[in-house]
């Protein structure tokens, strides 16, 4: 089910240039930058794919796979280029399905006045890894200090996690068990099978 759109006016011409720290730093003071973040998974879909950060924002806490959006990327798009930068593994853009969205205020930057923080607007994504992709799996160390699969249950009870990790897989589960309602419906199942479907995915989410 897509539950995002991607909407383009005329010819839209992206830019491929980039500013200079200082003014890149300026820009962080006074704009929100998109970024899209992926909880990626094993076949399962019982774990998700961690990175231990490098850098600020997030220094020194388990995040997402994931970053900015460049100037004319869709959602997909950019999640295609960091999952290639971050794992070294290539999707197929149909692959990421939409999960939640976000805003996020961190204290602290790379750029400086590092004090001065930066503003999020996130976009999370969910794809599933297959077994040979997961073997090619190789950290992207400039991003990461260490990435681990965690299983999905202990991240969202874990309250030592960034509430933002913590509450988008318990959205990915939801999503993935609302689907389960919607494919139900398409099927023709019983109401009976439809209300215990929809009851299950609604108890989780509260």
């Known amino acids: 089910m897509k539950r995002h759109h991607h909407y383009e006016t005329g010819t839209y011409k992206p830019s491929v240039s980039f500013v200079p720290a200082d003014e890149y730093a300026r820009a962080l003071d ?6 899209v973040d992926i909880l990626l998974t094993d076949e399962s879909r019982q774990r998700v794919i961690l990175g231990l950060r490098k850098h600020e924002p997030a220094m020194g806490d388990w995040w997402y796979i994931g970053g900015r959006m460049r100037c ?20 197929d853009p149909s692959r990421f399905k939409f999960v939640c969205s976000s805003t996020m205020c961190w204290e602290f930057r790379v ?17 599933a890894l297959t077994e040979d992709e997961i073997s090619r799996w190789k950290i992207c160390e400039l991003e990461y200090v260490e ?7 202990d991240v969202i009870a874990d ?16 999503c993935e068990r609302e689907d389960a309602v919607f494919e139900a419906v398409r099927a023709d199942k ?4 439809i209300a215990a479907l929809a009851r299950a995915a609604f108890a989780f989410s509260m």
């Open 190 to 193: 019983s109401d009976a099978e």
């Open 159 to 174: 309250d030592t996690l960034p509430a933002a990790i913590r509450n988008s897989a318990k959205k990915m589960v939801f």
């Open 72 to 91: 004319g990327e869709t959602i997909e798009e950019t999640a295609v280029r960091h999952v290639k930068r971050d794992i070294g593994v290539e999707l």
């Open 30 to 35: 006074i704009l929100v930058k998109g970024c």
């Open 147 to 153: 990435q681990k699969f965690c299983n999905v249950a």
């Open 111 to 127: 750029q400086a006045p590092t004090g001065n923080g930066t503003c999020d607007l996130g976009v999370v994504m969910t794809a």
